[in-house]
């Protein structure tokens, strides 16, 4: 599962369809990922009006090849030739955190009186050069590419040996289940078949004129000529 991109947060539009506004919106669109998530606190604490940082370069990746549950072996750093299971993904940045491995200590809850508690934390790996993925035939490091197969399934396949490396499951658990198959509907859930159900009729009238036909109104007035300067 790959994170929603933060490209864009709106702060205030004019509102749309009004001739006597002129278009303006104020919005950010250059945000600092990190590893806190777009959707945190600590995310938004990091990227507050009127901050300013400074921008970070990548190395384009055309088509992102790492999962949550892959096994990947360590290029760099003291771990290097060892192999991990990927616990968090941050596309954003390039980033894959692996369980256990290229960790550093912190403190954290550090202030006056106390020395604050030390935590053991994975650092981030930058996928197009720190890390690569396993082939599961020989449990050994390879570089992959993306191909079809003759049913039209996209697969990733060890540029090795030919194998193909397939998605782990993990990579479909949420918070409300591991796999989508194995999720037990609740009583306030919606079933998959309501929310498939076309409801909405397009037309081309108004919402005024929706209610007016609902409560039965004919409109018998000429409506006078509007000018906007």
């Given at each position: 599962m790959l994170f929603i991109h933060f490209k864009l947060k709106v702060y205030w539009k004019t509102p749309s369809g009004l001739p006597n506004y002129t278009k303006?919106?104020?919005?950010?669109?250059?945000?600092?990922?990190?590893?806190?998530?777009?959707?945190t606190g600590q995310f938004r604490q990091q990227n507050m009006p009127g901050t300013i940082r400074k921008k970070v370069f990548l190395n384009p990746v055309d088509e992102w090849g790492f999962f949550r549950g892959d096994r990947v072996e360590v290029l760099v750093g003291k771990d290097k030739g060892k192999q991990g299971i990927v616990t968090q993904v941050i596309s954003e940045?390039?980033?894959?955190?692996?369980?256990?491995?290229?960790?550093?200590?912190?403190?954290?809850?550090?202030e006056e009186g106390f020395p604050g508690i030390l935590i053991k934390s994975e650092s981030p790996l930058d996928v197009t050069k720190d890390v690569r993925l396993v082939d599961p035939s020989d449990l050994q490091g390879t570089e992959f590419e993306w191909r079809f197969t003759e049913e039209g399934e996209k697969v990733r396949v060890s540029a090795r040996t030919g194998r193909l490396i397939p998605i782990p499951e993990t990579n479909n658990q949420t918070h409300d289940y591991k796999t989508p198959g194995a999720y037990i509907e609740r009583e306030k859930d919606t079933t998959a078949a309501v929310v498939s159900e076309i409801t909405f009729q397009p037309k081309l009238s108004t919402f005024e004129m929706d209610i007016m036909e609902e409560m039965g109104i004919e409109e018998e007035r000429t409506p006078k000529k509007t000018y906007w300067y």
């Open positions: 303006c919106t104020v919005e950010r669109k250059r945000f600092r990922y990190t590893t806190n998530r777009p959707w940045r390039n980033w894959v955190m692996v369980e256990g491995l290229n960790w550093h200590y912190r403190t954290v809850g550090a």
